[in-house]
């Protein structure tokens, strides 16, 4: 009687202690946000990637036939002594010249054969004629084409939807050295008795100041006809690619419920959809800005333009091992890092990218 007492009544026992209380985890910040650990796994796969081109461009030239003294000797007087010298390095172990290459990869040691000059050397001095020349044409391409893109898209079906449609189409199946040779020949050679008015190649005329205003000037002009066809070319795949991401946008539920809450059709699709189809069309630009390192190498060719495009032509036609190995490790660089930013820019655009 008296043991249900005490249980009843408490009957003046401790209680039994039961299990401690977990630690509860800290969320003020010791983690890392999903921004963060979004950046950081973009830049670790882009570490990778590089790794990844140093290895191919190590291996891809040493696995081409023939004798690679010989390629890289072409057409030059080598004394006995650095030929000996070119053999001995070879023969060392290929693990060894793996390492020595990580270690400097731009090496200024290494010549041109066709040139006779250090490969790096000739690759910084095309690099800013080929900027000034893509970039532009870049930059021009994307307001033009994403504008056509959205009012094409927005007004699909109506008389603009459909001429915009066409030309972009037209163009965008144009090869780029073909558009570049028919505008040459138009306007910079001259048909039909009428006198060419551009420059038909080079960046300048010879014994100009480019430093000048007036040298700036006929940079200008002799840009007109190179920028002109690579910004007819990519302002329609900007311009298609733009129409078919607004165009799917529209058929969304939110943009019925900004119509519903009575706003304007002008503000909907400003501050609702074009962001979210903008999305696409920003990868692609991106994409793009990571080859305008590479150049555009036909349209460079045609018009003589002295980029990094024409070198790339002139070291195919060599071969000159050497200056494209430099040239393939800028190009992947480059389109390495401008898939770098976009992906990080996308995630700032759409934050369901981050999770």
């Not at 073909?178 to 910079?188: D, E, K, Q």
């Not at 700036?216 to 006809?225: C, N, P, Y």
């Not at 920003?282 to 002295?306: C, K, M, R, Y």
């Amino acid at each position: 009687m008296s043991l249900i007492q005490d249980v009843a009544g408490g009957g003046g026992h401790d209680p039994v202690p039961g299990p401690p209380p977990l630690p509860r985890k800290d969320k003020g910040g010791k983690g890392l946000s999903p921004g963060a650990s979004f950046a950081l796994r973009k830049t670790g796969a882009a570490l990778g990637t590089l790794f990844f081109v140093l290895v191919v461009n190590f291996f891809l030239f040493r696995l081409l036939p023939g004798d690679p003294i010989g390629m890289y000797t072409r057409g030059r007087n080598v004394p006995a002594e650095q030929l000996a010298q070119l053999r001995a390095e070879l023969d060392r172990p290929i693990l060894e010249q793996f390492l020595t290459y990580l270690r400097n990869p731009f090496s200024s040691t290494i010549d041109s054969a066709q040139f006779n000059r250090p490969v790096w050397e000739l690759v910084t001095e095309r690099i800013w004629p080929t900027l000034l020349l893509v970039g532009t044409a870049i930059v021009l391409a994307s307001i033009i084409g994403v504008w056509i893109g959205i009012k094409a898209g927005w007004k699909r079906g109506k008389s603009f939807d459909k001429v915009s449609t066409g030309v972009t189409l037209t163009l965008y199946s144009m090869p780029e050295f073909w558009l570049g040779m028919i505008l040459l020949i138009v306007f910079g050679v001259g048909v039909l008795g009428l006198p060419g008015v551009f420059p038909i190649g080079g960046i300048s005329t010879p014994g100009v100041d480019t430093s000048s205003l007036a040298g700036w000037l006929d940079v200008a002009w002799h840009m007109v006809l190179p920028v002109t066809t690579l910004t007819l070319v990519y302002l329609a795949e900007y311009a298609l690619v733009m129409r078919s991401s607004l165009v799917d946008e529209m058929d969304e539920d939110y943009l019925t419920t900004a119509r519903a809450k009575g706003l304007s059709d002008k503000f909907v699709r400003r501050r609702h959809a074009v962001p979210n189809a903008l999305l696409p069309t920003i990868t692609l630009i991106f994409l793009n800005l990571g080859f305008t390192v590479s150049g555009a190498i036909t349209v460079e060719t045609v018009f003589s333009w002295p980029g990094l495009g024409l070198l790339s032509y002139e070291a195919l036609r060599g071969p000159d091992v050497a200056l494209l190995q430099a040239i393939f490790l800028l190009f992947s660089i480059g389109v390495v890092l401008a898939n770098l930013v976009a992906d990080l820019l996308y995630a700032v655009i759409d934050p369901r990218v981050r999770s």
